[in-house]
């Protein structure tokens, strides 16, 4: 057990002192993280509320296929973004490969089906009155979908979360696309297996640590934007 307790004191130093590898790392995980997550809901978000709002046909179908991307493996996204824009790839020339947009790209896809099927279950759970009710008053298609967009806030917020955990833990996609490569695109997560399979415990405890941190800050956020609004 003494090898645990060392392993927290030496992520606490590290985290303290201001460690540039570490906080490489945390830099890297907050920029692709972030500018994923804003893609896959300014994407995701009005997809979410069609899906849920409209009927049309096939929607059961799209439904399901939308559901099953929700649970697609990491690796397998790497892997079909590797193959894109890998030199040999169709997007080869833009020179995505090993870097944080590459990480970013396929992030966004993982996220992207999370945002777009819980947002749908929002819009759906709403109250099926509101839309008569507001019509009833005057409104305008633009009010109608922020109206109802504001109603179903709380869900789609969930979904927020719930992509954003997802993005901020994975490894497949930032290993294969990124590279792990050390003050470039090594982000929390592959520093994590890296320094483990290293022996170096204290600071895969310490980057484990800002990943709980980071967590808790959203987590904190969400809940004050609950009582605020």
């Not at 590898?21 to 995980?29: G, P, V």
């Not at 849920?52 to 991307?69: A, E, N, P, Q």
């Not at 959203?218 to 009582?227: G, I, K, P, Q």
Request: glycine letters at 12%; a positive charge; aromatic letters at 10%.
């Amino acid at each position: 057990m003494d090898f645990i307790f060392e392993g927290f004191f030496e992520a606490y130093k590290l985290l303290v002192s201001g460690n540039a590898e570490t906080y490489s790392a945390i830099l890297a995980t907050v920029k692709v993280s972030s500018g994923s997550i804003a893609c896959s809901l300014l994407l995701g978000i009005p997809l979410g509320f069609c899906l849920g709002y409209f009927d049309f046909s096939g929607k059961k179908t799209l439904r399901t296929i939308v559901d099953t991307l929700m649970a697609l493996p990491t690796v397998f996204i790497g892997l079909l973004v590797y193959a894109f824009i890998t030199r040999r790839g169709p997007l080869g020339n833009f020179g995505l490969l090993f870097t944080l947009p590459g990480i970013g790209i396929g992030q966004t896809i993982l996220a992207l089906p999370i945002v777009i099927g819980l947002s749908a279950t929002a819009v759906e759970s709403m109250d099926q009155k509101l839309r008569i009710t507001i019509m009833s008053m005057g409104a305008n298609r633009r009010q109608l979908f922020l109206t109802s967009l504001w109603e179903c806030r709380h869900g789609i917020l969930a979904g927020a979360i719930a992509a954003y955990g997802r993005v901020m833990t994975e490894v497949g996609i930032s290993m294969m696309v990124g590279g792990n490569i050390k003050w470039h695109t090594r982000t929390i997560t592959t520093a994590i297996a890296l320094e483990t399979n290293k022996g170096q415990f204290g600071m895969g405890v310490a980057l484990g640590l800002v990943l709980l941190a980071i967590a808790f800050c959203v987590n904190l956020s969400v809940s004050f934007l609950r009582r605020r609004y």
